[in-house]
Structures are given as structure tokens and as C-alpha cells.
């Protein structure tokens, strides 16, 4: 089945600065790589998610890039603020199947 | 268009309880996914259910059952309460089996004493 491994686990950056989170997926007939934000006792928000026809996606300050053959997703944040702060998931769709299998999370931590 | 709702938000039971715990879909899916979110960890796939069927399970015993209703709520059923059991559960819906965007609820936090 599907593994996704996520790095770093935390993350701490300087309000304005860049942050970039890492995810590999090891099923290359995974298709869908979504994100979500979890901020502290909240339900998990999709912000960006990216299909495999695609290698890269923008939404505003959040990007994210796929590479198919390395099996590697990340998402970019750019100029970013204090209410950026939280937990990011990444996740990849299993298979044919619909389900989500996701990675350990990444606390960022933006400080003013 | 409606959210997803979950009830209870917060649950205590003891070691050997049953519990089941409720999901509305968002206005329009007909698909609703469970999963478990131990705390620190990401979401785990439970089970899915499409149009009233179990459409996917993930790696947990038969004491975690479901069911989904005509209108395409749902619930997660629990037997025999363990204490691994403490976890946030969370549900998300989805328009249909073959649309991969989900969209969660606020989840229901479980507490096994």
C-alpha cells in the first residue's frame, strides 16, 4: 500500500521568510496530493492539492510542486505570517481507492 | 451549502464500551470517509462508504464498523473500547466515490479511561 513520509516535522521561520515542506509518496499509481492546515483543536482545511498531470500549482502565497519520477511533493509558502502558523499534512490518494493516506504533519511555527 | 457536521464533539468512555459517533456530509456528497487521528500523527483511513456500501477499509479490526444512511450520513461504531482507542475521529465527504477532494468535519474527540 501507499507510505508518505513528511519532513521536516517542525518548523520554525521568521514572519516574512519562506518556508518549504517535503512529502514522499511511494505508489507511482498515486494520482492526488492534497494539503491540509490543522490549527490547534481544528478540523484539517484543505489549502492546495495538486493532480499528477501537473507539476506545479499556485494559489496566491502557497505553492506546490510534484515530481512524478522522484515521487516528491512539496509545499512553498512565501512571506509568510503569524497565522500561518499550524500543522501542514501533505497526503496522497491510494490507487484506485479514494482514500487519503497521510503524512506525520509539520508544526510551523512563524515568529513575528 | 452545509458544512460537515460531526456529534458528540467530545466523548469519555471506559475500557470495554461501545460508542457511536455521527457524520453529516456536505450538501450534495454522497460519499464519507473515517478516519483516526492519535495525537501528534496524521489522519488514518477507517473506512468509506459510497451510496450506503463500504467502499474501502483501511487496517483496523471488525470492531470498527459503519453504516451510511439514505440521506448520506453516517456513523462509526466502536466495540469493545480500548484504550489506543483515545484519538480524534475525524469524517470527510466527498462529492462522489471518484472525487478525490474531501473536505472534513470538525471531528469527535474520543477519551478511553
Request: glycine share 8%; hydrophobic share 30%; proline share 5%.
Amino acid at each position: 500500500g501507499e507510505n508518505v513520509e513528511q519532513h521536516p516535522s517542525t518548523l520554525s521561520v521568521q514572519e516574512g521568510d519562506s518556508a518549504v515542506i517535503k512529502c514522499t509518496y511511494s505508489d507511482s499509481a498515486s494520482n492526488y496530493f492534497p494539503w491540509y492546515k490543522q490549527e490547534l483543536g481544528k478540523r484539517p482545511q484543505l489549502i492546495i492539492d495538486i493532480r499528477s498531470n501537473v507539476g506545479e500549482k499556485k494559489d496566491q502565497r502557497i505553492a506546490v510542486t510534484l515530481n512524478k519520477t522522484a515521487k516528491h511533493f512539496s509545499l512553498h509558502i512565501t512571506e509568510t505570517q503569524p497565522e500561518d502558523s499550524a500543522v501542514y499534512f501533505c497526503a496522497a490518494k491510494e490507487g484506485s481507492q479514494g482514500n487519503l493516506i497521510f503524512g506525520k504533519g509539520t508544526k510551523l511555527s512563524v515568529k513575528p | 451549502e452545509t458544512g460537515v457536521t460531526q456529534s458528540p464533539t467530545h466523548l469519555i468512555k471506559t475500557r470495554g464500551q461501545q460508542v457511536t459517533l455521527r457524520c453529516s456530509s456536505q450538501s450534495g456528497h454522497n460519499t464519507v470517509s473515517w478516519y483516526q487521528q492519535a495525537l501528534g500523527q496524521g489522519p488514518q483511513f477507517i473506512f468509506q462508504y459510497y451510496r450506503e456500501e463500504e467502499n474501502g477499509r483501511g487496517n483496523f479490526p471488525p470492531r470498527f464498523s459503519g453504516l451510511q444512511f439514505p440521506n448520506y450520513s453516517s456513523e462509526l461504531n466502536v466495540n469493545a473500547l480500548e484504550l489506543d482507542d483515545s484519538a480524534l475521529y475525524l469524517c470527510a465527504s466527498s462529492l462522489n466515490a471518484g472525487e478525490e477532494t474531501q473536505y472534513f468535519g470538525p471531528g469527535t474527540r474520543l477519551l478511553v479511561l
